[in-house]
């Protein structure tokens, strides 16, 4: 029960952080699982791909396909529409973590 409740609190970070790095340079899913992981968020593959599906359905993030030794991986970055989210997103979790602190 509580690792469901932090589970759907979790997400919406995971979002943020997400939108962080794809603005900064383009990311792919492998890579986001171990940056993830390194901040303690233990998601699977399974969880994030959707993630990064919903979020490019959405205009938040584009795609570009490149074939890397002879496979294809998706490299994804922020949209103009990203961009914008993703300052509001940072006032709002700025906001609330000085409100919690």
Known sequence: M?????????LGF???HVLHHAKDH???GSWMLEEL?????????GTLYPILHSMESDGLLAKEEKNVGGKIRKYYTTTERGNVILVEAR???YELFKEIK
Do not use: N
């Open 26 to 28: 383009p990311i792919y």
């Open 91 to 93: 006032k709002k979790a």
């Open 37 to 45: 992981r390194e901040h303690g968020y233990t998601i699977s593959a």
């Open 2 to 10: 509580e690792e469901k409740v932090l589970r759907k609190l979790f």
């Open 14 to 16: 995971i979002h943020i």
